[in-house]
């Protein structure tokens, strides 16, 4: 009997021990695909009220690319926001991040009212690694910075596929820089800090003395070094959008790659999506887009010739991104970004330009500013322009010189704040390329440009979850109002009342008109056998409802007994639906 007991109480410890360790919070710390797919996996067994988890596709090494979605209501009813970690694989904290904010709302639907009811109506669409194969190098020896898959690419179109990748010489673990002395090289010491290497400037007077590489040796003997790495494509150069054909780490053609691919229909099949925030360097928070007017296109014309207008000008939707940017940056309090980067390809981009959802992303980290270089950070913020993305380092690196000055800075933050070992000092080596050269390795360590300490990724998510709470309870929201009712004649009456959007942004934006492929409310009257139509359509398409209160009116002009009812509703994937029943009286 005591036996029983006591194999009773164990088995209820056990029960305990294992709830208890479903509720425990992810570590501060950044995971590996194993990991992480525990911890969503976890989250979805502890919470089962509000998440489910799916495997949206798998990668060429065989890992999954998962979606996490949280809701309490209908899921065919509700309206959705998706966001997105992983589309820069370097950028780890971005991955870090969104899987924070599903923790977040998990652990705090239930004790909160405002979440609770989001909930009711809105879905929240997370896909925490849209790269996985590629974020997984943070995790190999050597750890290297990877920004592509490992679809096998031929890099330098020399014939060969993957034939010359970097080594890590002097087995630190890691891959970094290697400069070589010489009279002919382009580059120098930086001379703000000497850890780091510049591109010599004429103009300043400055003349380079190395040449600078990534680690390794040619091992196709074709003078260049690390030319052709192992892999592939970079996802968030591979969408349709302003896609550069024959561009390195792009891919052969635009969605050749298995995680756009399966990301892409994702978003084509839930038209319910109004907004899309991802983790990129494609910033529009910090600075918002300049939405260029677009040219007349044959689709317009063809628009037209079925009697419809064309669409609006997206230009329309530049007073949205301008004031969540000001939100963005209320709300989350953070300063001095780097500058943004315009996308070749770009995910973020694509989202808006070709889906017509909303679309908004941000870096996931930067290094604060330091008030002992609070003057070069206002003179970078005053050069503040766009630029295209640059590939991931390999030969010899083309660094842009505004990308010093973000670099400086976060040095100087971390010597700040304590943290050694993070540029590895200039050692000499042999190397078997250069046998008479003086030779050496060091420079930054990988990652530490885009990623925090990862004790501090907790704290760094806070503020995201705020924001991205903030926006989720913007989306378009439908309702039925004002109804009126006259009585023209006897069994004839003129029902009128308007479709209001309560939410912040519109129905549908300038683009997505454009683009077609959002979904504009839907109208509908439903009459019974004994009633009809006098006048006005029982189903309509509605033009984009503008939000705060925006609304259209609709009026119809009805045969029935005095007493019958019908039935109005108005729906759209990502505005909502409302229907109410009316007595003609
Ligand atoms: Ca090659
Ligand atoms: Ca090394
Ligand atoms: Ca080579
Ligand atoms: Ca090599």
């Known amino acids: 009997m005591k036996r029983l007991s006591s194999l009773l109480l164990l088995a209820v410890l056990c029960q305990y021990l294992a709830a208890t360790l479903l509720a425990q919070p992810i ?47 209908d899921p065919n009813q509700n309206r959705a926001m998706l966001v997105v970690g992983g589309v820069e694989a370097q950028q780890l904290a971005g991955s870090e991040m969104v899987l924070r904010f599903a923790e977040h709302i998990a652990n705090n639907y239930e004790k909160t009212d405002s979440l609770r009811r989001l909930l009711e109506t809105t879905t929240i669409y997370l896909l925490p690694r849209v790269s996985p194969d590629a974020m997984e190098a943070y995790f190999e020896k050597p750890q290297r910075e990877r920004t592509t898959n490992y679809r096998p690419t031929d890099d330098d179109r020399d014939g060969l596929v993957d034939e010359d990748d970097a080594e890590d010489l002097n087995k630190d673990g890691f891959i970094t820089m290697m400069r070589v002395k010489d009279p002919r090289g382009e580059w120098m010491p930086h001379p703000d800090d000497v850890r780091i290497m510049k591109k010599a400037d004429a103009a300043k007077g400055e003349h380079g003395s190395y040449l600078f590489y990534t680690e390794g040796i040619d091992n196709d003997n074709d003078e260049r070094w690390n030319e052709d790495a192992a892999g592939g494509v970079d996802f968030n150069r591979n969408f349709a959008y302003n896609y550069e054909y ?224 903030y926006l989720a309870a913007q989306l378009p929201s439908i309702s039925l109002g004002n109804v009126k ?66 609304y259209e009116t609709a009026s119809w002009l009805i045969t029935a007994r005095a007493g019958s009812t019908v039935s109005v509703s108005a729906e759209s994937p990502m505005a909502g639906s409302a229907t109410q029943t009316i007595t003609l009286r």
Request: charge should be positive; hydrophobic fraction near 35%.
């Open 485 to 550: 009712i006259e009585r023209v004649s006897d069994n004839v009456f003129r029902l009128t009342l308007d479709i209001v959007n309560s939410g912040y942004f519109p129905t549908n934006s300038a683009l997505g008109v454009r683009v077609r492929w959002p979904r504009n409310v839907y109208l509908t009257l439903g009459l019974s056998k004994d009633q009809s139509l006098a006048s006005g359509r029982a189903k309509q398409r509605l033009n984009p409802i503008k939000g705060n209160g925006g």
């Open 27 to 73: 570590p501060s710390k950044y995971l590996t695909y194993d990991e992480m797919t525990r911890a969503i996996k976890d989250l979805s067994a502890a919470h089962k009220d509000i998440v489910t988890i799916e495997s949206i596709g798998k990668t060429l090494k065989g890992r999954d690319i998962w979606a996490i979605a949280l809701r309490k209501g």
């Open 246 to 469: 024959f561009a390195q780490n792009a891919g052969v053609y635009q969605m050749s790659e298995k995680e756009s691919r399966a990301v892409a229909d994702f978003i084509f099949s839930r038209p319910n999506i109004a907004v899309v925030f991802s983790f990129s360097s494609n910033d529009n928070l910090t600075a918002p887009w300049k939405i260029q007017p677009q040219q007349r296109s044959a689709a317009d014309d063809e628009g037209r010739s079925f009697g419809q207008p064309p669409g609006p000008s997206p230009e329309n939707d530049q007073p949205y991104f301008d004031y969540i940017n000001k939100q963005f940056q209320e709300i989350t309090k953070l300063k001095s970004a780097p500058e943004p980067k315009k996308g070749m390809g770009a995910f973020s981009e694509w989202a808006y330009y070709h889906t017509g959802r909303w679309s908004f992303s941000v870096r996931p980290w930067w290094a604060p500013e330091s008030k002992a270089k609070r003057d070069t950070a206002s003179a970078d913020n005053s050069r503040r322009a766009v630029r295209p993305t640059r590939g991931p380092q390999r030969d010899t690196p083309e660094l842009p010189q505004d990308d010093y000055t973000e670099l400086l800075r976060a040095l100087s933050w971390y010597d700040a704040n304590g943290y050694k070992d993070i540029v590895l000092p200039w050692t000499k080596i042999k190397h078997p390329d250069f046998p008479d050269r003086d030779v050496e390795i060091g420079g930054p360590r990988p990652y530490v440009l885009f990623n925090p300490p990862a004790e501090s990724i907790k704290a760094c998510a806070q503020p995201f979850n705020k924001f991205l709470i």
